[in-house]
């Protein structure tokens, strides 16, 4: 039952939802990485909830630094991040205990943890865990973004409204720093808040796709045959609650594609190899290749809905109605759009430290 990510920059979550705080421990950051607490903040604050779409549970993300950081760098040491739960209602959660939210882990964790687990707030199964990832994911992407690689990622569709494509990268991750929903179309953003406000009007949800992307990597980077680009950031992307698929590239639609049109061409321009399509996403052989480092990941419509669901009570065994009360956003995809992106860079921190060794992304170097 651990609780941790990655090989050598590892990143280990505790807490519960409604526990009295929550956290995360990232281990074997280089030494020299700056850490800037209002860099922190704003991922955080990225990760909350908007005004008029979001569940009405309200935290501030009071969050401490506890170790591994000295005169604003990272030391090499166990970086600890704990942050405050302070809006819990517990009396929420036990109105039906016992009763199995279908989409939630409700029943799965009960079979899991035999009745110990702490249901309050979904438990550790709660989207709040993501806050404590996000905090350490800025610290990663501080690392990386030191060493000139940069990401970012925009809600490419959610509820059935398309944003436009990424276009200039570096452009675009500026502009979803404050993103509306984070979305890069400020009329299909506009144009969500309303599909997702139609949603809660109905007490339903809605889901969505993200896309993440990543320049500056440096190509050779990934392990084989079992530790590829892919099978570590698809191991960190499905770690997201609410995650049920992610694809690299043109994904899916490769399934329709003749080799011709899959294959992406090489040119040397500028002295540099490239590919003047980037159907792959960046990846070949599951090791980059130099191009922008491109995936989308899908998240589904939020699981606590206001409608009357068919569910079981597992401690009668008996079928049962569920109407739900409590406070729960009816769309999560804009919220993991930072979590996606603080995943994406402690996994891509993991993967440079096993390529260069540890102290690579430090100031050291
Ligand atoms: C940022 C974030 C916030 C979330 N908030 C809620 C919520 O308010 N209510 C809810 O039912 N699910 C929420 N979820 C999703 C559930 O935690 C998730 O669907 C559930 O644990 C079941 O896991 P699975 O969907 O990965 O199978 C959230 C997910 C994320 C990433």
Known sequence: MKNTLGTSVTVTLFGESHGREIGAVLSGMAPGVAVDEATIAAALARRRPTVGTGTARREPDAFRVVSGVFHGKTTGAPLCIVIENSDVRDGDYE???GLARPGHADYAAYMKYHGFEDYRGGGQFSGRMTAPLVAVGAVAEAALFAKGILLGTHVAEVGGVFDRAFGDFAADFKTLLTAPLGMLDEKAAEKAKAVIAAAADEGDSVGGVLETAVTGLPAGVGEPFFDSV?????????????????????GFDFAGMKGSEANDPWRVVNGRPVTLTNKSGGVTGGITNGMPLMFRTVVKPTPSIYKTQQTI????????????????????????????DAVTALVLCDLLALRYGTDYLGSAT
């Open 95 to 97: 109105a039906w205990r």
């Open 230 to 250: 892919e099978s570590v950031l698809s191991h960190g992307l499905f770690s997201i609650p609410a995650v049920k698929g992610v694809a690299f590239g043109a």
């Open 313 to 340: 009570d597992f401690f009668k065994g008996e079928n049962a109605d569920l109407r739900l009360q409590g406070r729960h956003d009816p769309a999560v995809v804009h919220r993991a759009r930072p979590v996606a």
